[in-house]
């Protein structure tokens, strides 16, 4: 199949591109459009480096192909904040030791954030269920844990 | 601001939560790993692997339909030096040449600037092999069903000994004999591996990888091209975990695509997909141990005689280190009047078994505290007292004759776990509790270790590392160490070292590049060394260096870092340059036998004890690790929340190596290479980890640092399995211990029991 056109809103910005109507929209965020801070740790939708938010669901966007997000809002890590303004999750994965290697990180972030949107006060179950589609073969996730804790008690304004 | 002058136990820097130097990047998805980098013009590389265990190549074909003019095409003859991956011995290809040794070994190599045509590409490759017998258990390869390595399939044998093992068995009450396995466990790091290489003549070489030890494939791509070293230059970019599975491996990945960005003069990238990851890397050794225990009726260790057998796969690697390891471990915390350990590491045709956290010492910690609590058992003895007993005090001599000249108290470590774990409660409450008629029994079990930190005897004189600092032209202090960070720390607690040291805030000092053209050879980011030799060398270099700045008089005490920063500025701008250098220096008294493994193995022992509780579901079997206390002593905490971190995510694996994670084999080749088969923890498998540092400052480390990366490896898994012999009555010897093994176990009568195996 020949080349399409597809424009995608990505962390706010609208992006149009050719692409495979197959291409994974993991590929096509970071060659196409170079957004790099979305990782790929086993492209069968197992590990959730790739995590992405698409029309504010959770999605491996390994699994996704980029037909599928034409005309979508796409969200990715580097929406989320930046080193200038951090999101709460960021600053309280840095804070509390949350990232370590930094692979799993930005799924992770993403979906402790879009945890963070649909329940304002998760306990520690919530979390662990939010997260269970998240591997980290570092931390043993305590720590992950305690920053999205952290996140939650910390001022309501930059949860974006 | 910070202020010059600190002592010891009343610093500012080091034993505080300072930020990971990295984490802003990291949590910003700024931080850039191998596959996020590209180079102008740039081909990516794939492999063509061996689809047999062992066996002659006697030609390669290459189908129809590709247009194979485009690709740049590499076999051995294109090799301009060795063919060698130079670690311990000579016997690793970097690409078979006429044999192969085991399925997925590399064969041919090719480039293509479209990746989804050299994924065709390489399915379009036809080897024609005439098979050879292979071996696939250490009981075939010690039978010598075939000989597949040298004359006899061993790669090294070690004997140790200590007293006089042959006169304790008549002075026995009672002789208490067990074995036991441990499997093969996949590194699983989130980041596969990954190399990127760029040749001109003029420049030379230039590798870019998700590695480990940058001087390691230094050495062994100046061998394997030919190339002078000057010409060899080799930069790790950040690495997404490593864990022992980039030790050694980054010298295979990097050297092929140096080979094929040589043979096409374009940069190159090789990336595996996770399944090439799974399939074609290294994993831990799997292993079987076997005791043989000589005890009073009080549970007094009068001797012991071992056999440690591991499986190293095809090739050496660090087979002989990992074995060496798991020989000097293999007698635990304990107190030996007499033991003899004999160890082999036997060749057969997986994939080469190599670096994994703990590096043998898991594998011969399981078996010792299995066995304590087969001894205890055997005694009627509880299994907390039976160690008690015999746990190694100030004073005795470790099963190389070490002196334990640390003020260690394992009698005050071990009350500790059990007080946090309230062990002792539990263990009466659920033994009653276990006896009612409920499918669910709970059990809690406990394990007590050590870890060697640094390298083994003589290894770090032999490394004869060395670590630099300078300051840049902004008058940032700067850290000069060839130590990587792939998750660990290392950037921070050097960092943290530095300025402690220097007297200034930690965000006036910085990691130099990890680039082997620009910063001296610490040594290999391993066998948890970083901490306590290189941090100990970093803190000398700053001591050099605040000297200079202070003798020129340019700097005054009681300076601030701003006043710091302004004379190593005015310093720089005098002189061209500032810089402070520190070479390994043995402590004292340390001294190390490499024919008869007597003496210092290490200059300084990590110590802990470990409790865990489970839950076993007798109509699922499935097992629930419900709470985890661990309680170790690693001499002083540099950053208590990058320790804590490390606890906890090698308790993580721990679990996982115990409860999950199993490679199937078939023929050499493991089957499930895919997350979806192959299962680590999940958020919901972890139970809360409760960890507790007992501190007590390690003179010759920096700040008091001992080794900590490796440690928390080694107590999980028989921990687990000694809660789940608790829990059940069942005596369960190897791990990974899935469900399904349970099963075989204790839910079929005998007669069947060779039906299910089936």
């Given at each position: 199949m020949s080349l399409q056109h597809y424009s995608l809103r990505v962390n706010g910005k609208l992006r149009e591109l050719d692409a495979h109507?197959?291409?994974?929209l993991l590929d096509v965020l970071r060659?196409?459009?170079?957004?790099?801070g979305t990782k790929e740790?086993?492209?069968?939708?197992?590990?959730?480096?790739?995590s992405v938010l698409l029309n504010g669901e959770l999605v491996n966007s390994c699994l996704v192909p980029v037909a599928q997000a034409d005309g979508a809002e796409i969200e990715t890590v580097e929406g989320?904040?930046?080193?200038r303004r951090l999101h709460a999750v960021q600053r309280a994965f840095l804070e509390c030791g949350g990232?370590?290697?930094?692979?799993?990180t930005p799924g992770m972030l993403v979906a402790s954030a879009h945890l963070l949107r649909r329940n304002l006060r998760p306990d520690l179950a919530a979390i662990r269920e939010g997260l269970n589609g998240n591997l980290c073969?570092?931390?043993?996730?305590m720590r992950i844990f305690e920053a999205v804790e952290r996140a939650v008690n910390s001022a309501g304004e930059d949860r974006g | 601001m910070a202020r010059a002058g600190a002592r010891l136990g009343q610093e500012?820097?080091?034993g505080k939560p300072v930020l990971r130097k990295e984490g802003v990047a990291k949590v910003c998805g700024m931080a850039q790993y191998i596959d996020d980098l590209t180079l102008p013009g740039m081909l990516y590389g794939a492999t063509v692997r061996s689809?047999?265990?062992r066996g002659r190549i006697l030609g390669i074909e290459f189908g129809e339909?590709?247009?194979?003019?485009?690709f740049v095409i590499v076999t051995a003859?294109?090799?301009?030096?060795?063919n060698e991956i130079a670690l311990?011995?000579?016997?690793?290809?970097c690409l078979a040449a006429e044999?192969?040794?085991?399925?997925?070994?590399?064969?041919l190599l090719l480039a293509h600037p479209d990746r989804h045509l050299l994924a065709k590409a390489v399915a379009a490759v036809r080897v024609r092999y005439e098979e050879w017998p292979a071996v696939f258990s250490i009981e075939e390869s010690e039978r010598r069903d075939?000989?597949?390595?040298?004359?006899?399939?061993?790669f090294k044998t070690f004997l140790m000994e200590k007293g006089?093992?042959?006169?304790v068995w008549s002075q026995a009450d009672r002789i208490v004999e067990g074995e036991y396995a441990t499997g093969a466990q996949e590194h699983l790091y989130i980041e596969n591996n990954g190399a990127i290489a760029a040749y001109s003549a003029d420049e030379g070489l230039t590798v870019w990888g998700s590695l480990q030890c940058p001087f390691y494939v230094h050495k062994s791509l100046v061998k394997m091209t030919g190339?002078?070293?000057?010409k060899v230059r080799i930069v790790q970019v950040?690495?997404?975990?490593?864990?022992?599975?980039k030790e050694d491996y980054p010298s295979m990945i990097g050297g092929h695509a140096a080979l094929l960005a040589m043979k096409s003069g374009m940069p190159v990238k090789v990336v595996y997909d996770r399944a090439e990851d799974m399939a074609a890397t290294t994993k831990r050794h799997p292993s079987r141990v076997r005791h043989r225990t000589a005890l009073t009726?009080?549970?007094?260790?009068l001797g012991a005689e071992l056999e440690i057998a591991l499986d190293?796969?095809?090739?050496?690697?660090?087979s002989s280190t990992v074995l060496s390891r798991a020989t000097i471990h293999a007698g635990g915390p304990y107190y030996w009047p007499n033991i003899r350990v004999r160890s082999k590491a036997f060749a057969t045709n997986y994939p080469p078994h190599g670096a994994f956290r703990g590096f043998g010492a898991p594998q011969s910690l399981f078996a010792i505290e299995r066995h304590m609590d087969h001894i205890a058992e055997a005694l009627g003895i509880a299994p907390d007292e039976l160690r008690r007993r015999n746990l190694l005090k100030p004073g005795q001599t470790t099963?190389?004759?070490?002196?334990?000249?640390?003020?260690?108290d394992l009698d005050h470590l071990m009350g500790r776990a059990l007080a946090e774990s309230d062990y002792h409660a539990k263990r009466e409450r659920f033994a009653r509790e276990n006896a009612?008629?409920?499918?669910k029994k709970k059990g809690i079990g406990l394990a007590a270790f050590l870890h060697g930190s640094g390298?083994?005897?003589?290894g770090e004189r032999y490394l004869n590392s060395l670590a630099a600092m300078d300051v840049t032209a902004e008058g940032k202090a700067r850290v000069l160490v060839s130590?990587?960070?792939?998750?660990?720390g290392t950037n921070t607690i050097l960092c943290q070292i530095a300025a402690e040291t220097l007297g200034i805030?930690?965000?006036a000092v910085e990691m130099g590049p990890p680039d082997t053209n620009v910063v001296?050879?610490?040594?290999?980011?391993?066998?948890?060394?970083?901490?306590?030799v290189v941090g100990k060398l970093v803190h000398s270099a700053a001591v050099g260096l605040k000297k200079t700045l202070m003798a020129s008089g340019l700097l005054r005490e009681g300076y601030s870092t701003g006043e710091f920063v302004t004379a190593a500025r005015t310093y720089v701008a005098q002189h061209g340059t500032l810089r402070s250098e520190s070479r390994y220096e043995a402590p004292p008294g340390v001294h190390w036998d490499d024919q008869q493994?007597?003496?210092?193995?290490?200059a300084a022992y990590a110590w802990a004890v470990y409790v865990a509780e489970v839950t076993v579901d007798l109509a699922t079997f499935a097992v629930v690790v419900d709470d985890f206390v661990a309680v170790q002593e690693v001499?002083?905490?540099?950053?208590p929340v990058l320790a804590i971190g490390q606890i906890e995510g090698g308790v993580a694996q721990g679990i996982g190596w115990a409860l999950y994670e199993k490679v199937v084999w078939d023929g050499g080749r493991m089957?499930?290479?895919?997350m979806t088969n192959y299962i680590i923890p999940t958020s919901q498998d972890i139970p809360r980890i409760r960890v507790f540092f007992e501190e007590r400052p390690f003179?010759?480390?920096?700040?008091?640092a001992k080794g900590i990366g490796?440690?928390?490896?080694?107590?999980?898994a028989p921990a687990i399995l000694n809660a789940i012999a608790h829990a059940t009555g069942k005596q369960f010897d190897s791990v990974p211990l899935l469900p399904e093994d349970m099963f075989r176990t204790m839910a079929v009568r005998e007669p069947e029991r060779e039906a299910v195996a089936l």
């Open positions: 109507p197959m291409a994974r060659c196409e459009l170079q957004l790099t740790g086993c492209g069968e939708g197992e590990c959730g480096a790739c989320l904040g930046s080193d990232a370590q290697c930094g692979m799993c073969r570092c931390t043993g996730y | 500012k820097i080091v689809s047999i265990a339909g590709i247009p194979w003019d485009e003859t294109d090799i301009p030096g060795e311990i011995n000579h016997d690793w290809p044999f192969v040794n085991h399925p997925e070994e590399p064969i075939a000989v597949v390595w040298g004359e006899d399939n061993v006089d093992v042959d006169a190339l002078p070293e000057e950040e690495t997404g975990g490593a864990f022992g599975g009726r009080d549970g007094k260790l190293g796969g095809a090739y050496s690697t660090l099963t190389t004759g070490q002196v334990i000249q640390e003020d260690i009612g008629a409920g499918m390298f083994t005897g003589s130590s990587t960070e792939f998750g660990q805030d930690y965000d001296p050879n610490s040594g290999p980011t391993v066998a948890s060394r970083t901490s306590m493994y007597r003496g210092e193995a290490y001499g002083r905490v540099l950053n089957q499930n290479n895919q003179g010759h480390g920096a700040y008091g490796e440690l928390p490896m080694d107590g999980p």
